[in-house]
Every structure is written in C-alpha cells, then in structure tokens.
C-alpha cells in the first residue's frame, strides 16, 4: 500500500516538486475588495495590485470541508494511506478542517489510515517538513516514517519572517 501525502497551498511547495513527488495541495484564499484570490495562484501580483489600492486589509479563509474531504478522499479510494501536513493550528483553522474532514473519511472508509501532522508554522518550513514526507513515500517508506520525516524537519527547521515592508 502507498503512503500519499497532502499539504495546504500555504506551504508554497513549487508546482514542479508537487508534481515530481506527487503530493496534493488544499487551498487558502485571501478576500480582498469583494474578490477571492486563490492563495496557490500562479501570479500573485494581481493581489498585490489591489492590495496597494484597495485602503482595507484582506481577510484569509482555510480550505473548505469538502475541499479537504475530497483531497483526502481520492487518494483513500486509490488504495493509499494518506499523510497531511497543514499549516500551524495557531495560525489557521486549517489544521482542525483537516481533522473534521478526516473523521469524515472514516466514517464512510472505516479502514483507511489517514494521519495528520500539524507542522506548528507555515510558509516554507511546512513546506521542507511536507517535502521531507512526500519524499519518504515517494521511497517507499511505511506510513510511521513518513510521518517521522516530516516530524523531525519540524523539529530541525525555524521560521523567520523578514517583510519587504511594514506597511500592510
């Protein structure tokens, strides 16, 4: 049985590395000015065009339920196990849709083995600890050492936040 492993658009995983490693992507969004913007956009410029225009902060929303039902749920009915690594609980309502959509998935695939790991941040150091998982299962490795790849990046990494501007 394969390990399949999920993250949320806000790891910034490249396309290219998703692909390679097979990993799936949940999205954020950002609301700003009445529009949505897809949080895993090929060009983020537009957002911050109306960003710079718009005088009011956006607003972010976690993936919807069904959104992280679904990407759970295909790879179940694929015959994997399943791995998901989200964005910091503090920081996003992410984490805990992922653990609704989970109980979910069990209910209707009671011998599914999904496991969830909240990666205690965001932006590229969940990336490296989603990375680090998807390449254990890319290799093989049971569902636990992925789960432990992922974990001991977590442990290994720190988050450094240096905006280009205070102004937002």
Known sequence: ???????????????????????????LSSLLGGVIYADDAEDYEPFYTALEAAGEMPTTSQPAVQD??????????AGDEVVGVFISEKMSGTYSTA????????????????????SRSNSMELG?????????AVAGEPIAAVVAAATAMIERTRFLFVPATLEY
């Open 68 to 77: 992280m039902v679904d990407a759970i749920e295909s790879r179940v009915e």
């Open 1 to 27: 049985m394969a390990v399949s492993v999920i993250t949320d658009s806000t790891s910034y995983v490249p396309r290219d590395l998703r692909r390679e490693l097979k990993m799936g992507v949940v999205g």
């Open 99 to 118: 653990l609704l959509a989970r109980d979910m998935v069990l209910e209707r695939h009671p011998g599914a083995v999904i496991e969830l790991v909240d």
């Open 128 to 136: 490296y600890a989603a990375l680090a998982a998807a390449r254990a």
